[in-house]
């Protein structure tokens, strides 16, 4: 090697090193700014989480079957539908059938997260792997602070979350028969969760229409639909009413927004 | 009855297969590279705060307000919520604070 091309050689392995370096302080940041959003859903998500594992186990699927589902399929209230689905006779395709309903607000979920996920890269497989409805409304509602980057941000969000479901799957189905405490109404915080979000949408004024509009159709649906069936219903609702209201021009805030 | 261990597998495949579909089809239909359709962009920007109010309905889906409590925890802990986060502004705060004043009342 000549002292040319050792010297290149030298400087770009020492480059490369200072990249790795900024990039895992780019990343511990992005941890600690993404970690105290994540709280409420760590406390709801090891309330449910830790139950769903009790209850498989329960109906004698042991923490190698609950963690499975838990780390493949990923869908809290769909993973509690199939427990009666796996005490019955087998039909998968009833399974993904009913999978694909019970998780239709997914869909809504991507089509709102197509500009905030432009660009992260190689992650975005994983984002849209682990996009559940806490994470979804968290990377929505929360901006990264500044100096954190976007992507190191979602993908935090989105891990921890993930984390905490399988972490307390794994908990309940191995330890469910020892643990006995008394969480009732623990898991109220997930509500409380949603509820905050709401709000920190409401102080934009322009946002108000649209949340009036999910909350009346939800409403309708319940009510019309009873709470087994109401999510569908709520969603086509939710869409007629928007694009209604946005080709109309009858609700201000819409408008607006689509002009930029 | 308890399925045998490969139809286990097969129905948790089912269903993740079934969840996947529905969280990677937006992506799929739209891209990056593809500029997504007007309305497209519209209703991402509409819909958030419309799946918000939708998520806060469907966690109280299965509150009774006949019978019972009547849903009064529930209301007084959201309410407890709105005023904690209007006056102190602090998300894990009113989070606590609601769910904390939910556990007592029930």
Same mark, same amino acid.
């Given at each position: 090697?000549?002292?040319?091309?050792?010297?290149?050689?030298?400087?770009?392995?020492?480059?490369?090193?200072?990249?790795?370096?900024?990039?895992?302080?780019?990343?511990?940041?992005?941890?600690?700014?993404?970690?105290?959003?994540?709280?409420?859903?760590?406390?709801?998500?090891?309330?449910?989480?830790?139950?769903?594992?009790?209850?498989?186990?329960?109906?004698?699927?042991?923490?190698?079957?609950?963690?499975?589902?838990?780390?493949?399929?990923?869908?809290?209230?769909?993973? /509690?539908?199939? !427990?009666? *689905? #796996?005490?019955?006779?087998?039909?998968?395709?009833?399974? $993904? @059938?009913?999978?694909?309903?019970? %998780?239709?607000?997914?869909?809504?979920?991507?089509?709102?997260?197509?500009?905030?996920?432009?660009?992260?890269?190689?992650?975005?497989?994983?984002?849209?792997?682990?996009?559940?409805?806490?994470?979804?409304?968290?990377?929505?509602?929360?901006?990264?602070?500044?100096?954190?980057?976007?992507?190191?941000? /979602?993908?935090? !969000?989105? *891990? #921890?979350?993930?984390?905490?479901?399988?972490?307390?799957? $794994? @908990?309940?189905?191995?330890?469910? %028969?020892?643990?006995?405490?008394?969480?009732?109404?623990?898991?109220?915080?997930?509500?409380?969760?949603?509820?905050?979000?709401?709000?920190?949408?409401?102080?934009?004024?322009?946002?108000?229409?649209?949340?009036?509009?999910?909350?009346?159709?939800?409403?309708?649906?319940?009510?019309?639909?009873?709470?087994?069936?109401?999510?569908?219903?709520?969603?086509?609702?939710?869409?007629?009413?928007?694009?209604?209201?946005?080709?109309?021009?009858?609700?201000?805030?819409?408008?607006?927004?689509?002009?930029? | 009855?308890?399925?045998?261990?490969?139809?286990?597998?097969?129905?948790?495949?089912?269903?993740?297969?079934?969840?996947?579909?529905?969280?990677?089809?937006?992506?799929?239909?739209?891209?990056?590279?593809?500029?997504?359709?007007?309305?497209?962009?519209?209703?991402?920007?509409?819909?958030?705060?419309?799946?918000?109010?939708?998520?806060?309905?469907?966690?109280?889906?299965?509150?009774?307000?006949?019978?019972?409590?009547?849903?009064?925890?529930?209301?007084?802990?959201?309410?407890?919520?709105?005023?904690?986060?209007?006056?102190?502004?602090?998300?894990?705060?009113?989070?606590?604070?609601?769910?904390?004043?939910?556990?007592?009342?029930?």
């Amino acid at each position: 090697m000549s002292r040319d091309t050792e010297q290149k050689y030298r400087s770009c392995t020492l480059s490369c090193k200072q990249e790795r370096v900024e990039k895992r302080k780019q990343a511990v940041s992005a941890l600690r700014a993404a970690f105290p959003h994540t709280v409420p859903v760590l406390t709801g998500f090891m309330v449910l989480g830790i139950a769903y594992g009790v209850l498989m186990q329960a109906k004698g699927y042991g923490v190698l079957w609950s963690v499975s589902m838990s780390a493949l399929a990923f869908c809290g209230s769909m993973q /509690y539908v199939a !427990i009666t *689905l #796996l005490t019955t006779v087998f039909d998968p395709v009833q399974a $993904f @059938l009913l999978s694909v309903m019970v %998780n239709a607000r997914h869909l809504f979920y991507g089509l709102s997260m197509l500009e905030k996920y432009k660009g992260v890269g190689k992650i975005k497989g994983i984002l849209i792997f682990m996009l559940c409805d806490e994470t979804f409304s968290i990377s929505y509602a929360v901006e990264p602070p500044e100096g954190v980057e976007r992507k190191f941000f /979602y993908f935090w !969000i989105s *891990l #921890l979350d993930y984390g905490y479901w399988v972490t307390a799957t $794994f @908990l309940g189905g191995l330890l469910g %028969n020892v643990l006995h405490f008394n969480t009732e109404g623990l898991d109220f915080v997930l509500t409380a969760l949603f509820v905050v979000l709401f709000l920190e949408q409401w102080k934009v004024k322009e946002n108000r229409a649209a949340g009036v509009i999910g909350m009346a159709c939800a409403v309708i649906s319940l009510i019309v639909f009873g709470s087994a069936n109401l999510v569908i219903p709520a969603m086509v609702l939710i869409l007629t009413t928007l694009l209604c209201g946005g080709k109309l021009g009858l609700l201000p805030g819409l408008v607006e927004k689509r002009k930029d | 009855m308890i399925l045998t261990p490969v139809q286990t597998i097969m129905m948790i495949a089912a269903i993740a297969f079934g969840t996947m579909l529905t969280r990677f089809t937006p992506f799929l239909l739209f891209p990056e590279k593809k500029q997504p359709p007007r309305v497209i962009l519209y209703l991402g920007s509409v819909i958030p705060c419309a799946m918000m109010g939708l998520l806060v309905v469907y966690c109280l889906r299965n509150v009774s307000f006949l019978s019972g409590a009547h849903g009064l925890p529930e209301a007084l802990a959201i309410l407890l919520i709105i005023v904690l986060h209007r006056w102190k502004h602090h998300t894990l705060l009113s989070i606590g604070g609601g769910t904390l004043c939910y556990m007592i009342l029930v």
